[in-house]
């Protein structure tokens, strides 16, 4: 016989010997109680602006309560066996959509500012509704560019929603546009934009230089006027060109549609934000029409 099975069998016989010959009063009604429910997991890490997979789910509890002890002699029962295992943890939560992004809607990372405080510190110009809040450039030669509805909060007079469908387009320089309805996500991918909502467009830009501007519809149409607008570079010398394949009249470049708009200007002419050779991110933090309101980083 092995010594547990020995151990099982001489247990079973104290039980039956504690129960006849015990005195009247038997041991505890129970046992102690089991080991408390393991802790939740960890929040789990989102990639690239995806949904972050559900932490891992806590420890099991415990190990069974102890048996009560023995009964006396003569006792008229062997004490309750304690309590079962605890519960096991609950999962963790599941991680920030944004975390780790691509988009960056949270931070924050690298040397980067954290990105929600630095959207809340976007000064917008005068009738300005929506900025380019951050530019986050990619290894294979895109960038997620963010736009926030940078409207009056809601209560304000007026409508503050902006509608990012058909007929606007995001401009990488004058001869790389797209329908932002095609390129862009946001929540709930309804088009419409809130006051502080976000919404992150994917197009071809690199960091060395270029130019990113939201315009109300084909840039070859010489009255399609800008929503938003920044350019930078990192050796200097950026210059922002007028579409090539133009319809009749002379349209003008997507800097001068922001920095010469028939209302206030949305960009200053020759402004170009500085980014460090190395560096993949502009930040918006402070004014829309200057290079110092947005800052360079990498995260």
Same mark, same amino acid.
């Given at each position: 016989?092995?010594?547990?099975?020995?151990?099982?069998?001489?247990?079973?016989?104290?039980?039956?010997? *504690?129960?006849?010959?015990?005195?009247?009063?038997? #041991?505890? /009604?129970?046992?102690?109680?089991?080991?408390?429910?393991?802790?939740?997991?960890?929040?789990?890490?989102? +990639?690239?602006?995806?949904?972050?997979?559900?932490?891992?789910?806590?420890?099991?509890?415990?190990?069974?309560?102890?048996?009560?002890?023995? #009964?006396?002699?003569?006792?008229?029962?062997?004490?309750?066996?304690?309590?079962?295992?605890?519960?096991?943890?609950?999962?963790?939560? #599941?991680?920030?959509?944004?975390?780790?992004?691509?988009? #960056?809607?949270?931070?924050?990372?690298? +040397?980067?500012?954290?990105?929600?405080?630095?959207a809340l510190q976007i000064v917008?110009?005068?009738?300005?509704?929506? /900025?380019?809040?951050?530019?986050?450039?990619? /290894?294979?030669?895109?960038?997620?560019?963010?736009?926030?509805?940078?409207?009056?909060?809601?209560?304000?007079?007026?409508?503050?929603?902006?509608?990012?469908?058909?007929?606007?387009?995001?401009?990488?320089?004058?001869?790389?546009?797209?329908?932002?309805?095609?390129?862009?996500?946001?929540?709930?991918?309804?088009?419409?934009?809130?006051?502080?909502?976000? *919404?992150?467009?994917?197009?071809?830009?690199?960091? *060395?230089?270029?130019?990113?501007?939201?315009?109300?519809?084909?840039?070859?149409?010489?009255?399609?006027?800008?929503?938003?607008?920044? /350019?930078?570079?990192?050796?200097?010398?950026?210059?922002?060109?007028?579409?090539?394949? *133009?319809?009749?009249?002379?349209?003008?470049?997507?800097?001068?549609?922001?920095?010469?708009?028939?209302?206030?200007?949305?960009?200053?002419?020759?402004?170009?934000?500085?980014?460090?050779?190395?560096e993949d991110t502009i930040v918006?933090?402070?004014?829309?029409?200057?290079?110092?309101?947005?800052?360079?980083?990498?995260?």
């Open positions: 016989m092995s010594k547990t099975a020995g151990c099982v069998f001489a247990l079973g016989v104290c039980m039956v010997l *504690a129960a006849a010959c015990g005195d009247d009063e038997g #041991g505890p /009604a129970t046992g102690e109680n089991g080991g408390a429910a393991g802790a939740g997991g960890r929040a789990g890490s989102g +990639n690239a602006g995806r949904a972050g997979a559900a932490g891992a789910g806590g420890a099991l509890g415990g190990a069974a309560g102890v048996g009560g002890a023995p #009964g006396g002699a003569g006792g008229s029962s062997a004490g309750a066996a304690g309590a079962g295992a605890g519960n096991g943890g609950s999962a963790g939560a #599941g991680g920030d959509p944004d975390g780790g992004a691509p988009d #960056g809607s949270t931070g924050p990372q690298g +040397n980067c500012p954290a990105f929600p405080a630095s917008p110009q005068t009738e300005q509704q929506i /900025a380019i809040a951050r530019v986050l450039f990619l /290894a294979d030669g895109s960038a997620d560019v963010v736009i926030r509805n940078i409207s009056p909060v809601a209560g304000d007079a007026g409508d503050t929603s902006f509608f990012i469908g058909d007929p606007l387009e995001l401009c990488s320089g004058p001869a790389n546009c797209a329908i932002m309805e095609d390129i862009c996500d946001e929540a709930g991918f309804d088009l419409q934009l809130l006051a502080g909502e976000e *919404a992150t467009c994917n197009i071809d830009a690199i960091a *060395a230089e270029g130019e990113l501007g939201v315009m109300s519809t084909d840039v070859v149409v010489p009255e399609a006027f800008s929503f938003a607008y920044l /350019a930078w570079d990192q050796a200097g010398g950026f210059v922002s060109q007028p579409p090539v394949d *133009a319809d009749a009249g002379v349209p003008t470049s997507l800097e001068d549609r922001a920095a010469n708009r028939d209302g206030p200007d949305f960009w200053t002419l020759d402004q170009r934000i500085a980014v460090t050779a190395g918006g933090t402070g004014e829309t029409d200057v290079a110092a309101g947005f800052v360079s980083c990498d995260r």
